[in-house]
């Protein structure tokens, strides 16, 4: 049943799920992605670049630090405030008084979503992934247990164990 009644709209908001809390947790987007995504608002992710827009600390861009699903606050690098014994604290800040100005798109999901409702998703992005990704295979390559030599594959390190280190057993 869909309510319009304050204090129904209250409720579901403080004992929404949290798969619900995260699309909750949206801020717009700059206009330049906007027409690029073809959407108006994304999820706050940590790594996202925002800019306030409302509030004593508008005007102010950093990086997103922590995203806190359970009070609807985010937290940013740049953002803090001095307590009284001279700690520095981040601010909490509301998403909806955000703007997205560089969205993190390091996750394939998220590429996927927008993808998904008709944006095109940035073509240098595609490719800084699939460059990570061949790092990651290079980096990934098998040690000898024995002389700590690499190799390519799990098959070049058997034959070279059989070949050179008759004698080692697993």
Known sequence: MISSKPRKKRKELYTAPLHLRRKLMSATLKKELRKEFGRRSLPVRTGDKVKVMRG????????VREV?????????EEITREKVDGTKVH??????????IDPDMSDRMRQKIIERSGGKVREELKEKEEVKEEKK???????????????????????????EHKDYTR
């Open 56 to 63: 004593s600390y508008a005007g102010l861009t950093g990086k």
């Open 68 to 76: 806190d699903l359970k009070n609807y606050k985010v937290y940013i």
């Open 91 to 100: 601010v909490p800040i509301h998403p909806s008084n955000l703007m997205i």
């Open 137 to 163: 295979e290079k980096k990934e390559g098998i040690t000898c247990p024995v002389c700590k030599k690499s190799f390519g594959t799990k098959d070049e390190m058997q034959a070279h164990l059989t070949k």
